[in-house]
């Protein structure tokens, strides 16, 4: 089993919808979490923080479920800017170093 | 504020020949990585260090080297590049505190063909 998981998609969804992405991880270790933003041949970027009681920027709200393992991103009011790749991280306690997973790609169609 | 900066951004090379590629970066970071993406996969860990004069491999380093002798620079080197390593490069840094690990910084990508 890969340390994290994402569907890869592609999400194909309306401007204005609202989309979720999950992302699960194998250790239960793990602690901090983060979601990135790729956008096409681009570095990735930060988009947030999980934090345990969850969080919220904007449209954008990530939650964290350590029973079962998985965090989420929900993007409400969706805009063709969000299209990209969303990645999903994690980080194992006392390590140095983080697990990405391989991405879930958005596309929002006008 | 530079942030990570990655030279060069381009770069194409023939079998066998060799070269460095630089990240530098001004956050005053501790942990500093080095990465490559290629089509269809996500980012593979090359090789990483958690501070001046101290590197480790990650999970893909063979035909690769690395060097930390400042702070703010992370040097990979290729010696005798292959095909394979056509790649998108990116190096990433953060801050270090304790256990709770911190969201990494990344440079805007080298992109490096071999032919």
């Known amino acids: 089993r890969k340390e994290v998981e994402q569907d890869p998609g592609p999400f194909n969804v309306p401007e204005g919808a609202t989309v979720a992405f999950n992302c699960t991880y194998s250790?239960?270790?793990?602690?901090?979490f983060f979601w990135y933003r790729q956008d096409c041949r681009k570095e990735p970027k930060l988009l947030m923080s999980?934090?345990?009681s969850g969080n919220e920027d904007g449209r954008f709200t990530a939650q964290l479920n350590r029973a079962s393992q998985y965090i989420s991103l929900l993007i409400r009011d969706s805009k063709l800017s969000d299209s990209a790749t969303y990645l999903c991280?994690?980080?194992?306690?006392?390590?140095?170093?983080?697990?990405f997973g391989t991405g879930t790609k958005l596309q929002v169609i006008p | 504020n530079a942030g990570v900066t990655q030279t060069p951004k381009f770069r194409v090379l023939k079998t066998g020949q060799s070269m460095t590629l630089l990240c530098a970066q001004d956050?005053?970071?501790?942990?500093m990585y080095w990465y490559r993406q290629d089509p269809g996969m996500g980012l593979r860990l090359i090789h990483y260090?958690?501070?001046?004069?101290?590197?480790a491999k990650g999970e893909v380093p063979d035909g690769y080297n690395v060097s930390r002798l400042k702070k703010q620079n992370f040097l990979l080197g290729l010696e005798s590049a292959a095909p394979s390593q056509t790649s998108v490069y990116f190096c990433?840094?953060?801050?270090?505190?304790?256990?709770?690990?911190?969201?990494?910084?990344f440079g805007d990508g080298t992109r490096l063909s071999i032919l």
């Open positions: 991280v994690v980080n194992i306690r006392g390590y140095q170093k983080v697990t």
């Open positions: 990433a840094s953060s801050y270090t505190s304790g256990e709770v690990g911190q969201p990494q910084h």
């Open positions: 999980v934090y345990s």
């Open positions: 956050m005053n970071h501790e942990y």
């Open positions: 250790n239960s270790a793990s602690q901090s």
């Open positions: 260090s958690v501070g001046e004069g101290t590197t």
